[in-house]
């Protein structure tokens, strides 16, 4: 597609179930990075994967989040047991990958996760 | 983590130039300055990069110090469509630097444009 498109929208999920999130990055982009934007903050970096590498996880903040990219492409992100403070707005971005990582992201639109 | 300063906030007219500083007094030869913006309501998006000369695209011109620890993002005709939260960012070029690969978004500078 032309743009970095995740799903759903919204989600509003009740607390301590688990919710999956999806990113379908822009064709060809080798990375693949989440953040999460909580109301009136600025954005918090959480998982970023390139190529066959192994991710940098080390924005997750606990081991009730996790993140997987299947075939170089789509990426999921699953929080279990939800919290309350969960509750944010959850992107995801793209970029191509070259000598000296010389370009920009393009972020999605962004899941808007309510846990009431 | 090579850090960067903004103001908190800056007000412009609309159809006038905007000219929004940045300070990184500790970047390294290898950081790149990127800039990106937030509109209301939506994801970040790309504005310019550069690393020591001047850039210009289509959305912005990016002028860098020739020291390099600061730079000034120019908006040459601000519209009401340019308020947003604008992002100075260092990307480390150089595998194994702390900011390698991932953009560490700050609290940025919110810009206001007046009709």
């Known amino acids: 597609g032309a743009g970095v498109s995740q799903s759903p929208s919204n989600k509003v999920t009740e607390k301590g179930k688990d919710v999956e999130l999806r990113c379908d990055p822009i064709?060809?982009?080798?990375?693949l990075y989440w953040y999460r934007q909580s109301l009136g903050q600025g954005l918090e970096f959480l998982i970023y994967?390139?190529?066959?590498?192994?991710?940098?996880k080390s924005g997750l903040p606990s081991d009730r989040f996790s993140a997987e990219r299947t075939g170089g492409s789509v990426s999921t992100l699953t929080i279990q047991r939800t919290q309350q403070e969960d509750s944010a707005v959850y992107l995801c971005?793209?970029?191509?990958?070259?000598?000296?990582?010389?370009?920009?992201?393009?972020f999605g639109s962004g899941t808007r996760l309510t846990v009431v | 983590d090579a850090k960067t300063t903004q103001p908190n906030s800056m007000e412009s007219n609309e159809e006038e130039p905007v000219h929004l500083p940045c300070n990184h007094s500790t970047i390294s030869g290898t950081d790149y300055i990127h800039w990106y913006r937030q509109l209301p309501s939506q994801g970040p998006e790309y504005v310019i990069h550069g690393l020591t000369s001047n850039v210009n695209n289509r959305m912005a011109s990016l002028a860098i110090a020739e020291d390099r620890k600061s730079s000034t993002l120019i908006l040459h005709r601000a519209t009401l469509r340019d308020a947003a939260v604008y992002y100075c960012i260092l990307r480390d070029r150089q595998r194994g630097g702390t900011s390698y690969g991932k953009l560490t978004f700050g609290q940025g500078t919110i810009l206001t444009v007046h009709p």
């Open positions: 994967f390139q190529g066959n590498s192994a991710p940098d």
């Open positions: 064709s060809g982009h080798t990375a």
């Open positions: 971005a793209s970029s191509l990958v070259g000598t000296g990582y010389n370009y920009g992201y393009t």
